[in-house]
């Protein structure tokens, strides 16, 4: 019995090593694609932000057209330079982006005047 169990010993240890192994490359495999997800998350989030921020700079340094974009590109590429390595983001692409937030921050920019000029209207006739 004794040369049997002698004999079994290193196999079955062999199996555990093999069943440990495969658990932590599982457990690990599934940490890092939720981990990834997270990471790839919060980079095009602060993606998308450095780009609305950089078109209200732009916008109120009054540059317009390509001018603007040029200057939302330059802040994107100050501000959040991982970001863009890590989601290996296209000129074309990056030009794009800003281009529909340069939009979005004009159309908020407008809102914005068209409510302080309501305002200041509804100032004159009370004052």
Avoid: Y
């Avoid at 501000?79 to 908020?108: F, H």
């Amino acid at each position: 019995m004794d040369i049997i169990k002698a004999a079994l010993l290193p196999h079955l240890l062999e199996i555990i090593g093999i069943l440990l192994a495969s658990l932590i490359g599982w457990a690990a495999n599934t940490a890092r694609r939720k981990w990834g997800i997270d990471i790839e998350a919060r980079h095009r989030e602060a993606l998308q932000s450095a780009l609305l921020n950089g078109a209200r700079l732009a916008l109120e340094r009054g540059f317009g057209g390509q001018a603007a974009v040029a200057e939302i590109l330059k802040h994107v590429q100050i501000s959040v330079p991982d970001a863009v390595i890590a989601l290996d983001a296209r000129a074309e692409v990056l030009g794009n982006l800003a281009q529909a937030k340069l939009r979005e921050a004009a159309q908020g920019a407008g809102g914005i005047q068209k409510l302080e000029a309501a305002l200041k209207e509804l100032s004159a006739r009370r004052g």
